[in-house]
C-alpha cells in the first residue's frame, strides 16, 4: 500500500516546482498538473482496489519516526479510500474541464487548484486535529484564492465574504482543538477518551459549528450562495464536491467526541438545511444560484444521513451515506458542468442546450439522479435511509427530508421541463466545446452504471427487474428506425415477455394473471394504436416499453424495494412519456409532483410495515402480514394518488389531455390500475389479518364522491380527451368504492369493472385519438355529424359508452349490477344511492360525448374528413370483440373473478351469470336485464315505426339566420351544454381543490421568498448569522 | 437598531458560553503526559534544546509543512489577485544618507535573520522568526531604494526551490523507512552543538528562506504601484 | 508581580483594542492593533515562550501592520487615481 | 494564568464585535487580527505551568528534572503555526478587500452587496 503521505508530497512537490516549470513553458506545467492530478487518483484507485481485494482494516501511518500520539498520523481504511478515490477522480476530471482555462490563466490558477485537492485529502486522512486545521486552512485558502479565477466584482466580494466566514469559523475550530488538548492532554482522535461534559463541552462544541460554518448550514450559508453563483463553473464544482466532501468527513470523524444531544440538534439542522434550501430554490431563477441552493441542501442531507445512521452496520451505513454522497457528487459535478457550458444565468435560457442532444440527455440524467430516481445511487440512499429512520422513531427527520426533497423535485423539474420543452432560436443556439461534452457524457454514464452496480451487486436483482431500464437503452440504440418496426419489435417482445410471465405466476394467485391480462395484454392491443406513428419518433418506444415492463415487475414483485422500484421506473417513463405532449409542460411537471408525493407517502408507508418472509409475490406475502394502520393509510393514499381520486386528482385530467393521443389510453386504461394494483395489495393484508373497517368505510366514502364528482365534472368539459379524463377518474372511484367494502362481491365487481374499464376506455380514447387525427380538435363543439364520416369510430363509441353506462346488455351492466349488488349486501345503502345519482350524472356526459362528435350538424371544415386511419380501428374492435364476447358469455369472467375474490372472504354467496345465489335469497341479474332492455327496446320500435316520416336534410343544408356570429360553434347547443346544470350546482360547482392545491403551491413559493431574504448580501450581516447561530443552537443544546 | 441589539446578545451570548470555562479554569500543576514525552524526547532522541523547535520541526513537522503552505498558497493568491502588470515611480525622493544607513542595517539584518533560523533549536526563534526578520531586511530596502526592484524571479527561485528541498528531506526519510521529515538523516550530533539535532537545523534554515522569500514576496506585490491605466481598461 | 504587570499590559491592550474600533482615523487604528500585538509578545514572554513572543513580535506586530499600511496605502492611492 | 486567559477572552470578544459592528472592512479586517491575537493569547495561557519556564533546556535547567521546570510546549507550538496561518489570512483578506476598493472605491462593506437572496 503506497504511504499516503504520498498524495501530499506529490501535490506540494508540483506546487512548488510549478513556478519554474513555468517559466521554462506553459505546456510542461499544464501536463504536471493533469499528472498530479492524475497520479492521485491512480494511487487512491490502487487502495480501493487493494481494500475490496482483502481485508486490510484501518492503517495508519505515522511521520517524522514516530508513533501516533506523538507525531502526526494518517489513517487509511476503506472508508478512506473510497472517498479519496472519488474526490480526486472529480478533482483530476474539473482539472481536464478547467484546462483550456488554466492555459489563459496565471499559472497560480493550477497551483491553487492542486492545493484545494491537496487539503481536501490531507484532511481525510490526517487524524490529529491540529493538523486537521492546518489543512482546512490549506483548503479553505485555496479555495478563496481560486474562486477569482472569474474576476468579476461579485466574485470578489463574494470571496471576501467567504474570507470573513471561514475566518470565524477557524477562529472557532482552532480555539475547540486547543481546548480538547487541555482538557484531554492529546490532539490525536485516537487517544482523546475523556467525556466533553458540562464546561468541557465548549470544545467539542466550537470545533463541530466551525464545521458545521464550513459545510454551509442553513442559516449560517449565505456567503456560499454568493460564491456559487459567481464563480467559474469548474470552480463550483470542486467547492461543491471535494471541499465540502473533505469537511463532512471530517465532521465524521469528530463525531464520536460530541454528546448524542448535540449530534441530534446537528442531525437537525443538517435535515432544515436540506429542507429550507430547497424551499429557498423554488423561488430562485438562477441556474447557478439554484444549483447553490441544491447543494448547500445535499450538503445538509448528508450531514444529516452521517449523523442519524450512526448506529447502524457499517455496510448499509455505507450505502445511505455513500449513496447520497456519491449521487450528489456526480449530478452537482455534472450540472455544475453543465453550467460553464451552457453559459446562461436564467433557468429559461438553458433551453439552449436542446441543440446538443446528450448534453440534454446527460442534463436529464442528473436531474434524475438528484431527485432520487432509480437505478442512481440516492435512490437506494433515500430507501434505506428512509428505513433505518424509521426504525430509529425519527418521524421529524422524515418529514424534514421528504417534504426538502419535494420541493427540489419540484425545481429541478419544473427546470428540467422548461429547458426540454422551450422553444429556442435558432441564433441562440451555441457550438459546445466537444472535449467538455464529452467528459460530461462519461460522467452521467459513470453515475448511471454505479447505480445499476449498486442495483445488481447490492441487491442482486433478478433480471426481470432491470428489464425497463435495458429495454429503454436497447431501443435508445435502434432508435434510428422507422416507427412502425420499432412498434412491431415490442409487439413481439411483449408478446414473449407476456407469455414468459404468466409461465411465471400461473401457479401463484390468480389476481396477478387478471391484472396482467389488464397490464399486458392491454399494452398489447393498445400498442398497435401506436403502429400509425410514421415518424421515427425517437425515443417514444423505449420510454413505453420501460413503462410496460414496470407493469409487469409490479406484477412480480416479491419485495416491497423490487415494487418501489418498479413503481419508480414506471413513473419515470410515464412522466416522459407525457412530457412528450406538445403543450404538456404544465401537466407533466403536475404528474411528476404528484407522483413524487405518492411515492414517499408509500416509502413511508413500506417503511413502517413488518418486512416479508418467503419470495412469493407481494400479492401472496402481505397476506401474512399484519399492516399497521399507519403503513395502510399512508400507502393507500400514496396509490390513490396515481388513481387520481378526490382531492389529489387535479394532474390526472391536465396528464390525459396535454400527452400524446395513443398515450392518453395508456394513461387512463392502465396506468390508472397500477394504483388500483397497490391499493388491492393494502387491502389484501388488511382482508387476511384484522380488518381495519373504520379505515376503509371512510375509504369507500372517498371513492363514492370520487365517482360522483369525476362524473360531474366529466360532463362540464368541453374537451373530449379532458371529459374521458374525469370519467376515469369517476369509474376508478366505483373500483376504490367497491374494493374499500372489503366483501366477496364487493371485490368481484371491482375486478370485473376493473377489466371492463381497460377496455373501454382504450377504445374511446383510441376513438377519439382517431378523431382528434382526422380533426386535429379535441374540442367537441367544434366537431360534429362525425357519424357519416367515421362511422367505424362511431360504433365503437357507442358501444363503449353503452359499456361504461351500464345498459343491458353490455358488459357494463354486469358491472354496474355486481356492483350495487355488493352495496347492497354489504349494506352500504346511502353509497349505493350516491354511485347510482353518479351514473346518472354519467349519461350526461356519455351523451354529450357521443352526441356533440358524431351526431347532429357536421362542420364545414370536416367536409372531406375520413374514418380513423386502420392502426386506431383495429385495437378499438379487439377490444370491442371483447367486450360483446364477455356479454354474451357473463359466466367466462365472472366465474374465474368469483374463484379470485374467493380466496380472500369466506362466503357463501354463489354467482352464476348476473344472478347473485346468497343466504338470503338471490339477485336475478338475468330478469333486471331483460327489464332494462325492455324499456329501451320499446322505444326503439318506436323509433323505427317512424323513422320513415322524418324529412331527410343533407348534412351541409343549413341556413344561418341574419349574420354569421364572430365564433359560430360557441352559440351551438353542444357548447358549454350542461351550464344550466352548473348553476344549479351553485357554489359546489367552483374548483375548490384546484384552488387549494394552486394555493398550496403558491404559499410555498411566499415562504420561500420570505426566507430567503436572511440571505441579504451583506458579508458582515452573514457574520451576525454565525455568531447568532453559535450562541442559539448552544442553548438549544444545553 | 435591530441589527446593533442583536450584535449585543450575540456577544453576549458567546461570553456566556465562555464564561464556564474561566470560572472552573485551574491551572494545571503537571505537564500533560505528552508534553513530557515531548521534553525527555526532544532531549534524548532528537539532541535539541528546544523544545518549541523539536515539535515544530520534527514531531509536528507535517503541521509547520502545510503552515509553509499556507503561507505560499497566500503568496500565491495576493500575487493572483493583484495581477502587477508594471511598476510606477513615485515623486518621493530619499536621501543618500538613508541610503547609505539602510543598506548597512540590511547586511545586519540579513545576519541576524540567518542567525536566528541557524540556531533554532538551541534558542527561541527559528525559521519563522527569522524569515521575518530577512523580509523586514527587504522591507527596508524598498523603503530606501526606491530603484532597488526586487526581482521576483530569484524571489520565486528562492521560494520554489527551499520548499522543494524540505519536501525532499522529508521524502529521504520516507524512502529511507524512518518516517516522512524524520530529522534523523543527518547525524544527530553532540548537544547543544550548532550541527546537531540532525536536520533540524537545516529544515528550520530552508523554512526561513522560504518564508523571508514569500513575505518579501507578499510585501513586494503589495507595495507596488498598479499603472492607473490598467484599471481604466478593466474598468471598461 | 507578573500578574501586576500583566493586569497593567491587559488593561492597555484592551483600550487600545476599543481605541482601534472607535478610531476615526484608519493609520492610528492600524498602530494600535499592532501595539495590541507587540504588547502581546510581552505577555508570551512573561508566560514562558519566548518562541512565540518573537513571533508574534515580528509577525504579529510588525508585519501585518506593514501588510495592513500598504493596503490602506493601495486604496487610497486608487482613490487619487480615481480624482 | 487566569489572567491572560479573560485579557484573551475579551480581546476576542472586543475582535468579533467590531467585526459584526465596524462598517470600514480594514476595520473589519483589524477586528479579526485583534480576535485572533486573543485566540493565541487564550492559547499560550493554556500551555503556562505557575513559576516555570520557557521549553529551552539549555545549561540553566536541570536537564534530568527537565519535565518539572518547563511549561506545555505543544500550546507554544501551536501558536507559531497559528500566528502565521493568522498572518496568510489577514494578508488574503486586505487583497481582496484592496481590490474591492479598486472597483467601487467604497470602504463599507453594505456597498458589496450585489449578489442576494
Given at each position: ?12 512537490m ?7 516549470l ?7 506545467s499544464?501536463?504536471t498538473f ?26 495508519s ?8 500520539p506523538?507525531?502526526?498520523n ?33 499559472l ?18 490526517t487524524?490529529d ?32 465574504k ?59 450559508n ?6 456559487y453563483?459567481?464563480t467559474d463553473?469548474g470552480?463550483?464544482t ?47 431563477e ?42 450528489h ?17 436564467k ?64 425545481y ?6 422548461q ?5 429556442y ?5 451555441s ?7 464529452i ?14 452496480l ?29 416507427a ?24 401463484e ?58 413503481w419508480e ?31 414517499y407517502?408509500?416509502m ?12 412469493s ?18 400507502l ?11 382531492g389529489v ?7 390525459h ?6 398515450v392518453?389510453s395508456f ?14 395489495l ?7 389479518n384484522?380488518p381495519q373497517?373504520?379505515v ?9 364522491f370520487?365517482a ?6 366529466a ?8 371529459l374521458?379524463?374525469y ?11 367497491a ?13 370485473y369493472?376493473?377489466l ?12 377519439i ?11 367537441m363543439y367544434e ?20 359499456a ?9 351492466f354486469?358491472s354496474?349490477?355486481?356492483m ?40 364545414y371544415e ?13 385495437p ?20 374465474p ?9 369466506n ?6 351469470g ?7 335469497g ?39 339566420a341574419?349574420?354569421?356570429p ?5 352559440t351551438?347547443?353542444a357548447?358549454?351544454m ?8 351553485g357554489?359546489?360547482g ?7 392545491w394552486h ?5 410555498a413559493?411566499?415562504m420561500?421568498?420570505f ?28 | 437598531?435591530?441589527?446593533?441589539l442583536?450584535i ?26 505528552l508534553?513530557?514525552?515531548y521534553?525527555?524526547?526532544?532531549v ?6 528546544n ?19 499556507v ?24 536621501s ?16 541576524l ?14 525559521g519563522?522568526?527569522?524569515?521575518v ?6 522591507l527596508?530596502?524598498?523603503?530606501s ?7 521576483h524571479?530569484?524571489?520565486?527561485f ?11 528531506i522529508?521524502?529521504i ?11 534523523a538523516?543527518l ?6 552543538d ?43 | 508581580m ?9 488593561v ?5 483594542a ?55 496605502n ?10 | 494564568?487566569?489572567?491572560t ?11 468579533l ?5 465596524q462598517k ?16 493565541h493569547i ?6 503556562y ?12 535547567v ?6 518539572k521546570?518547563?511549561?506545555?510546549p505543544?500550546p507554544?507550538?501551536?501558536v ?16 481582496f ?7 467601487k ?11 442576494k437572496?
Open positions: 500500500m503506497v504511504n499516503p503521505l504520498y498524495l501530499i508530497i506529490i501535490s506540494l508540483a506546487g512548488f516546482v510549478l513556478p519554474l513555468d517559466r521554462v513553458n506553459r505546456k510542461l499544464l501536463a493533469i499528472g498530479v492530478l492524475l497520479a492521485n487518483t491512480v494511487i487512491t484507485g490502487f487502495w480501493m482496489h487493494g481494500f475490496i481485494q482483502a481485508d486490510l482494516g484501518t492503517l501511518f505515522s511521520t517524522a519516526g514516530f508513533t501516533a506523538l507525531s502526526i494518517f489513517q487509511l481504511g476503506i472508508l478512506e479510500a473510497f472517498v479519496l478515490l472519488a474526490i480526486n477522480l472529480i478533482g483530476l476530471l474539473t482539472g481536464i474541464y478547467l484546462l483550456k482555462k488554466f492555459n489563459e490563466s496565471p497560480a490558477g493550477m497551483i491553487l487548484f492542486i492545493m484545494v485537492v491537496m487539503g481536501a485529502n490531507g484532511l481525510i486522512l487524524r486535529l491540529f493538523n486537521a486545521f492546518v489543512f482546512m486552512e490549506i483548503l479553505s485558502i485555496s479555495t478563496i484564492a481560486i474562486i477569482t479565477l472569474k474576476r468579476t466584482n461579485e466574485s470578489l466580494s463574494s470571496g471576501f467567504y474570507m470573513l466566514a471561514s475566518g470565524i469559523a477557524s477562529i472557532f475550530f482552532l480555539l475547540g482543538v486547543v481546548f480538547i488538548y487541555f482538557f484531554s492532554g492529546s490532539l490525536n482522535l485516537d487517544f482523546i477518551n475523556i467525556n466533553f461534559t458540562d464546561y468541557r463541552l465548549i470544545a467539542v462544541y466550537m470545533v463541530a459549528i466551525a464545521l458545521l460554518i464550513e459545510l454551509k448550514m442553513f442559516p449560517v449565505g456567503w456560499a450562495l454568493d460564491v453563483e459567481s463553473a470552480v463550483a470542486i467547492i461543491s464536491v471535494i471541499n465540502s466532501t473533505a469537511i463532512a468527513f471530517m465532521f465524521y470523524k469528530i463525531m464520536p467526541l460530541l454528546p448524542s444531544n448535540f449530534l441530534y440538534i446537528f442531525g437537525i439542522i443538517g435535515a432544515l438545511t436540506y429542507l429550507m434550501s430547497n424551499l429557498m430554490g423554488l423561488k430562485q438562477n441556474a447557478r444560484r439554484l444549483l447553490g441552493y441544491s447543494s448547500i441542501g445535499q450538503m445538509g442531507l448528508l450531514l444529516a444521513s452521517i449523523i442519524f445512521t450512526a448506529g447502524l452496520e457499517p455496510v448499509l451505513r455505507i450505502m445511505i451515506v455513500g449513496g447520497f454522497f456519491l449521487n457528487l456526480i449530478a452537482k459535478t455534472g450540472l455544475f458542468w453543465i453550467s460553464g457550458l451552457i453559459k446562461k444565468e433557468l429559461k435560457d438553458w433551453r439552449v442546450i436542446r441543440s446538443n442532444k446528450s448534453l440534454m440527455i446527460m442534463f436529464g440524467i442528473f436531474i434524475f439522479a438528484l431527485s432520487g430516481f432509480p437505478p442512481f445511487a440516492g435512490f437506494w440512499a433515500k430507501w434505506e435511509f428512509v428505513k433505518s429512520l424509521l426504525a430509529g422513531q425519527n418521524i421529524l427527520i422524515i418529514a424534514l427530508i421528504l417534504l426538502g426533497s419535494l420541493f427540489e423535485v419540484i429541478m423539474f419544473r427546470w428540467f421541463i429547458t426540454v420543452k422551450g422553444e432560436k435558432e441564433d441562440e443556439l457550438i459546445m466545446p466537444s472535449g467538455k461534452v467528459l460530461t457524457t462519461l460522467l452521467g454514464t459513470l453515475g448511471f452504471g454505479l447505480g445499476i449498486i442495483m445488481k451487486n447490492y441487491y442482486g436483482f433478478n433480471f426481470l427487474f432491470t428489464l425497463p431500464i435495458l429495454s429503454l437503452l436497447f431501443i435508445y440504440l435502434i432508435d434510428f428506425l422507422p412502425k418496426i420499432k412498434g412491431i419489435m415490442s409487439l413481439g417482445g411483449l408478446a414473449y415477455y407476456g407469455y414468459y410471465l404468466y409461465t411465471l405466476v400461473q401457479f394467485n390468480p389476481i396477478q394473471i387478471l391484472f396482467g391480462v389488464i397490464f399486458l395484454v392491454g399494452s398489447g392491443v393498445n400498442l398497435i394504436s401506436t403502429l400509425n406513428r410514421s415518424e421515427i419518433s425517437k425515443g417514444f418506444y423505449g420510454l413505453l416499453m420501460m413503462m410496460i415492463f414496470s407493469f409487469g415487475s409490479l406484477l412480480i414483485a416479491r419485495s416491497y424495494l423490487e415494487f418501489f422500484l418498479s421506473l414506471m413513473t419515470i417513463a410515464s412522466f416522459l412519456l407525457i412530457l412528450r405532449g406538445k403543450n404538456a409542460q404544465k401537466a407533466s411537471l403536475m404528474y411528476m409532483i404528484f407522483s413524487i408525493a405518492g411515492a407517502l408509500m413511508v408507508g413500506f417503511g413502517f410495515a413488518p418486512e416479508l418472509i418467503g419470495s409475490a407481494l400479492i401472496t406475502g402481505l397476506t401474512y402480514v399484519q399492516l399497521p394502520l399507519i403503513s395502510i393509510i399512508l393507500a393514499l400514496g396509490f390513490m394518488i396515481k388513481s387520481g381520486v378526490l386528482h387535479v394532474w390526472l385530467p391536465e396528464a389531455a396535454e400527452a400524446e393521443a395513443d392518453s394513461i387512463s386504461a392502465i396506468l390508472l390500475k397500477a394504483g388500483i394494483w397497490g391499493f388491492l393494502v387491502a389484501i393484508s388488511v382482508v387476511w384484522a373497517f373504520d376503509y368505510y371512510w375509504m369507500g366514502w372517498l371513492g363514492v370520487t360522483l364528482v369525476g362524473a360531474f365534472l360532463s362540464f368539459q368541453e374537451d373530449a380527451k379532458r374521458l379524463a370519467s376515469s377518474m369517476s369509474q376508478v372511484g366505483y373500483i376504490i368504492a374494493i374499500s367494502m372489503l366483501s366477496h362481491l364487493g371485490w368481484v365487481s371491482a375486478f369493472l376493473s371492463n374499464h381497460m377496455m373501454f376506455k382504450s377504445a374511446l380514447f383510441i376513438a385519438a382517431g378523431v382528434y387525427y382526422r380533426t386535429h380538435t379535441r374540442n366537431m360534429g355529424g362525425l357519424i357519416k364520416k367515421m362511422p367505424l369510430s362511431f360504433i365503437s363509441v357507442l358501444i363503449s359508452i353503452i361504461v353506462s351500464g345498459v343491458p346488455p353490455l358488459s357494463g354486469g354496474k349490477w355486481l350495487y349488488s355488493s352495496f347492497i349486501e354489504r349494506g352500504w345503502y346511502l353509497q349505493a344511492a350516491v354511485l347510482f345519482f353518479a351514473s346518472a350524472v354519467s349519461f350526461l356526459y356519455l351523451y354529450r360525448l357521443i352526441h356533440t362528435i358524431f351526431l347532429g350538424q357536421a362542420k370536416h367536409k372531406d374528413v375520413k374514418e380513423a386511419p386502420v392502426w386506431f380501428i383495429i378499438q374492435y379487439i377490444f370491442i370483440g371483447a367486450i360483446m364476447v364477455l356479454s354474451t358469455f357473463p359466466n367466462l369472467l365472472i366465474k373473478l368469483s374463484a379470485m375474490a374467493s380466496q380472500y372472504f362466503s357463501n354467496i354463489v354467482i352464476d348476473y344472478n347473485v345465489y346468497s343466504s338470503y338471490h339477485w336475478n341479474g338475468n330478469l333486471i336485464m331483460l327489464v332494462t332492455m325492455g324499456v329501451f327496446i320499446v322505444p326503439l320500435f318506436f323509433l323505427i315505426l317512424f323513422i320513415g316520416k322524418i324529412t331527410k336534410v343533407k348534412q351541409f343544408n343549413i341556413v344561418y341574419a349574420e354569421r364572430e365564433s359560430p360553434q360557441t351551438h347547443v357548447h358549454n350542461y351550464a344550466h346544470y352548473r348553476k344549479a350546482l357554489g359546489w367552483k374548483p375548490r381543490i384546484w384552488d387549494f394555493g398550496s403551491a403558491e404559499w413559493h411566499t420561500g421568498d426566507f430567503r431574504r436572511i440571505y441579504s448580501g451583506n458579508g458582515q450581516t452573514y457574520l451576525l448569522h454565525i455568531i447568532l447561530f453559535f450562541v442559539v443552537v448552544f442553548f438549544l443544546g444545553v | 437598531m435591530i441589527n446593533k442583536l449585543i446578545i450575540g456577544i453576549i451570548g458567546m461570553l456566556l458560553i465562555l464564561l464556564p470555562i474561566l470560572v472552573n479554569f485551574q491551572s494545571p500543576t503537571n505537564l500533560s503526559a508534553a513530557e514525552e521534553v525527555r524526547g526532544s534524548n532522541d532528537l539532541k535539541s534544546p523544545v518549541v523547535t523539536s515539535v515544530v520541526v520534527t514531531y509536528r513537522g507535517l503541521d509547520t509543512l502545510g503552515e509553509v503552505t503561507l505560499f498558497l497566500a503568496t500565491l493568491g495576493v500575487g493572483f489577485l493583484l495581477e502587477n502588470k508594471k511598476n510606477k515611480s513615485t515623486q518621493r525622493t530619499v543618500e544618507n538613508i541610503r547609505t544607513t539602510s543598506s548597512f542595517l540590511v547586511s545586519l539584518i540579513m545576519v535573520g540567518i542567525y536566528i533560523f541557524t540556531h533554532g533549536h538551541l534558542s527561541p526563534g527559528g519563522f522568526q527569522g524569515g526578520v530577512i523580509a523586514s531586511g527587504f527596508l530596502l524598498i523603503l531604494d526606491l530603484d532597488f526592484k526586487i526581482s524571479a530569484i524571489l520565486r528562492v521560494e520554489s526551490i527551499s520548499g522543494l528541498v524540505y519536501v525532499l522529508g521524502l526519510g520516507l524512502v529511507l523507512t524512518i518516517g516522512f521529515l524524520n530529522p538523516i547525524p544527530l550530533g553532540k548537544y547543544g550548532l550541527f546537531s539535532a540532525g536536520a533540524i537545523p537545516l529544515i528550520y534554515s530552508l523554512i526561513g528562506l522560504k518564508v523571508g522569500s514569500e513575505l518579501t514576496n507578499i510585501i513586494a506585490t503589495m507595495g507596488s504601484d498598479r499603472s492607473s491605466e490598467s484599471v481604466v481598461k478593466e474598468e471598461r | 507578573n500578574s501586576l504587570i500583566i493586569i497593567g499590559l491587559g492597555i491592550m484592551i483600550a487600545a476599543i481605541f482601534t474600533i472607535y478610531q476615526k482615523s484608519i493609520v492610528s487604528a492600524i498602530i494600535s492593533a499592532g501595539v495590541i500585538s507587540l504588547l502581546a509578545s510581552v505577555i508570551y514572554l512573561i508566560l514562558g515562550s519566548p518562541d512565540v513572543a518573537m513571533t508574534e513580535a515580528s509577525i504579529g506586530s510588525a508585519l501585518t501592520t506593514v501588510v495592513f499600511l500598504y493596503a490602506l493601495r486604496m487610497r492611492k486608487e482613490k487619487k487615481d480615481d480624482k | 494564568m487566569i489572567e486567559l479573560i485579557l484573551g477572552f475579551i480581546l476576542l470578544l472586543i475582535g464585535y467590531a467585526m459584526l459592528s470600514n472592512i480594514i476595520k473589519i479586517i483589524l477586528g479579526f487580527s485583534i480576535a485572533d491575537t486573543g485566540v487564550i492559547i499560550v495561557s493554556l500551555g505551568l505557575k513559576g516555570r519556564r520557557a521549553p529551552i533546556l539549555d545549561s540553566a536541570d536537564i534530568a528534572n527537565s519535565v521546570e518547563v511549561v506545555d505543544i507554544s507550538a501551536l507559531l503555526t497559528a500566528i502565521v496561518i493568522g498572518l496568510a489570512t489577514t494578508a488574503l483578506m486586505l487583497v478587500a484592496a481590490e474591492l476598493h479598486k472597483r472605491a467604497s470602504f463599507s462593506i453594505d456597498d458589496y452587496k450585489e449578489l437572496w
